[in-house]
């Protein structure tokens, strides 16, 4: 049965996944969101830090002291998270265009620039409009001055999927026009800063002229701006995301991917990213208006319930390896445990290994969907909090849970109680594991 399993996922498995993780695309659009990963953990940590449970008077915690400075300074403490997070479509288009224009050997600093463009010129209308009295003060101008106002309305995690098409299209057009040499060239005397710009002029303007003709039809026939069309397409999917069954699936997929040797976590990233993210935002709007917090899978739920220790929540693992009295085991075990802390496993997963045993595969992939059920669970019934911040995925699992929900402690206990239970569940599996080695050692002598 192991080697028909080991010759299945040789001969069919493996191929398909190599060639999902060199897609060109998928790895421009995870490192889209890898580029803009530091300014959306910084805003969403200055959001949690502006939103602490210290203000309600009929909490334990309550602290006049902060309540009264958040009534006088919060709306301007609050404007680094509308320029981080508020606008992570920027950040995730530009890296987009940056990564994929890398991969076509293109500049990829006008690449970058080009992809920004493009999702600005469909997602952001700019018009001069009067400033009312009530906030001409937070502009800075007097009351009824009209200024030029950029509509930002699909910046934020709306406009993801909106960066994520027109950035790889408008690569595309460049990608083509420099293949077919339609771009302007200047003499080698020219600095290549300046050359390199020129270059980009008809690509610029090809982008114009279809983008502009499709924003125009779109505008005129359905009477929305591409971004809210694009959001009705794919309401479905977020929906149909945020329950239990789909985050198994991804889950299973993630962790046979492992099983298999590649790496599962960045194969999936660009689709996963982009869902939890899109989540993490609304959460995130919920929390800023006083609302009640609805989805689930958003931002950091599996580092903070299921990646704990790593994919296969292998902290229990190496904490049971620790334990082990076959030498080999404990050796690996002892080298494993402090990375298992941060959330990185590799020492785990080819030293045990994990990859190709089929031993611990069993735990390896049930252990997560069980925690991720649980968690599930317990969030939907406000057990636990809802993800409403942003944490590094190093954090350590409990310490993230705490951080990402918002300081509510209940959820740091249910993950240090999926790390004990991943412990005592690994236990015979990984004593069956060692019986196995025991044989192997036997029939060597």
């Keep these: 049965m192991n080697d028909k399993l080991m010759a299945f996922i ?75 997070m508020g606008i992570m479509s920027l950040f995730v288009a530009y890296g987009i265009g940056y990564s994929l224009s890398g991969h076509y050997q293109l500049n990829s600093i006008t690449g970058g620039f080009l992809s920004l463009f493009s999702f600005l010129l469909v997602s952001a209308k700019v018009e001069y409009a009067p400033i009312a009295e009530a906030v001409s003060k937070s ?17 934020d995690a709306k406009g993801l999927f909106v960066a994520i098409i027109f950035g790889i299209i408008s690569i595309e057009i460049f990608r083509f026009l420099v293949n077919k040499k339609l771009i302007i060239r200047l003499p080698e005397s020219v600095p290549p800063a300046i050359a390199k710009s020129f270059e980009l002029l008809i690509p610029v303007v090809v982008v114009i002229v279809i983008f502009q003709a499709i924003n125009i039809i779109i505008q005129k026939s359905l009477m929305m701006m591409i971004p809210e069309l694009v959001m009705k397409i794919f309401e479905p999917l977020l929906k149909v995301s945020d329950s239990l069954p789909s985050i198994i699936i991804i889950l299973l997929v993630i962790h046979i991917l492992w099983f298999a040797g590649l790496h599962g976590t960045n194969i999936v990233d660009a689709i996963v990213k982009a869902i939890t993210l899109s989540n993490l935002a609304v959460n995130q709007a919920a929390l800023q208006a006083g609302e009640p917090v609805t989805k689930i899978f958003a931002g950091g739920f599996f580092d903070s319930y299921v990646f704990i220790g790593g994919v296969g929540t292998t902290l ?58 649980i968690a599930w669970v317990f969030t939907k019934l406000n057990i636990i909090g809802h993800i409403v911040s942003l944490v590094p995925w190093t954090t350590p699992g409990p310490l993230a849970a705490l951080l990402a929900t918002n300081l509510n402690f209940a959820s740091m206990i249910l993950s240090l109680v999926l790390i004990f239970t991943s412990y005592l569940a690994y236990i015979p599996f990984l004593r069956a594991y060692e019986i196995s080695l025991e044989r192997e050692e036997a029939n060597n002598k």
């Design 10 to 84: 040789e001969s069919k498995l493996l191929p398909i996944a190599s060639k999902i993780a060199g897609n060109r695309y998928l790895n421009a659009i995870r490192d889209g969101f890898v580029f803009a990963m530091p300014f959306l953990i910084v805003g969403s940590f200055i959001l949690l830090i502006l939103n602490l449970p210290f203000t309600d008077k009929s909490n334990f915690l309550y602290m006049e002291w902060y309540t009264n400075l958040m009534n006088s300074f919060k709306g301007d403490l609050v404007q680094p998270f509308y320029v981080s």
């Design 139 to 155: 502009f800075l101008v007097d009351a009824d001055s009209s200024i030029p106002v950029m509509d930002v309305r699909f910046m």
């Design 316 to 373: 229990g693992l190496a904490i049971a390896m620790v334990r082990s009295k076959n030498e080999h085991i404990k050796s690996i075990g002892k080298l494993s445990i402090v990375p298992a802390i941060f959330n990185i496993n590799e020492p785990i997963m080819f030293g045990a290994p994990v990859v190709m045993n089929p031993i611990l595969v069993i735990p390896f992939i049930c252990i997560p969907i069980i925690n991720a059920t």
